[in-house]
């Protein structure tokens, strides 16, 4: 198995002040801690560690709680989002028409694995349920673009339209 490579954090001093105004702005409500996750992943991308233990440190709240709320809820990452996010449906019927092998052919292109963002911050790749469209079984998302029923020998000419 190929070594997950991660960027390192590039937080800024400007980013982290919006993050204690949000933070601030929560502070004294019942249930703040999925509203501050929400906002401080607008503010960076992400939530990496170093902006939970600033949470964690701020409401005093322990990062294994935090880290629990991160990533039981499939809409915070822990990793960095592409410019071109790619989403390979997983979905039943997706699966079932091969997206498992699509999926795999888009990690071999890349060289990366799901979850992550290349280190030139232009993929990212994210397995995702269903996307409601399975008369287009096999598809992939790149942002907005959608591409259906999909083969494994399309693939590399999909990527290097965003290459």
Same mark, same amino acid.
């Given at each position: 198995m190929n070594e997950v490579k991660v960027a390192p954090f590039k937080g800024t001093k400007e980013q982290e002040a919006e993050l204690k105004t949000v933070i601030d702005k929560y502070r004294d409500t019942n249930g703040a801690l999925i509203p501050i996750l929400h906002e401080a992943q607008e503010i960076y991308g992400y939530l990496p560690l170093e902006v939970q233990k600033i949470i964690s440190e701020e409401l005093n709240i322990s990062m294994a709680e935090i880290y629990g709320v991160v990533t039981f809820y499939t809409q915070f990452s822990l990793y960095p989002k592409g410019e071109y996010k790619i989403? #390979?449906? =997983? +979905?039943? &019927?997706?699966? #079932? *028409?091969?997206?498992?092998?699509? =999926?795999? *052919?888009? *990690? !071999? /292109? =890349? /060289?990366?694995? #799901? +979850? @992550? %963002?290349?280190?030139? +911050? !232009?993929?990212?790749?994210? &397995? @995702? !349920? %269903?996307? +409601?469209a399975c008369g287009l079984a096999p598809v992939i998302t790149i942002n907005e673009d959608v591409y259906g029923k999909l083969t494994e020998d399309q693939v590399d000419e999909i990527l290097s339209k965003y290459k």
């Open positions: 989403g #390979v449906c =997983l +979905g039943t &019927a997706c699966y #079932v *028409k091969g997206s498992g092998e699509i =999926l795999e *052919k888009i *990690k !071999r /292109n =890349l /060289n990366m694995e #799901v +979850g @992550t %963002c290349s280190e030139d +911050g !232009r993929f990212s790749i994210d &397995a @995702t !349920r %269903c996307i +409601g």
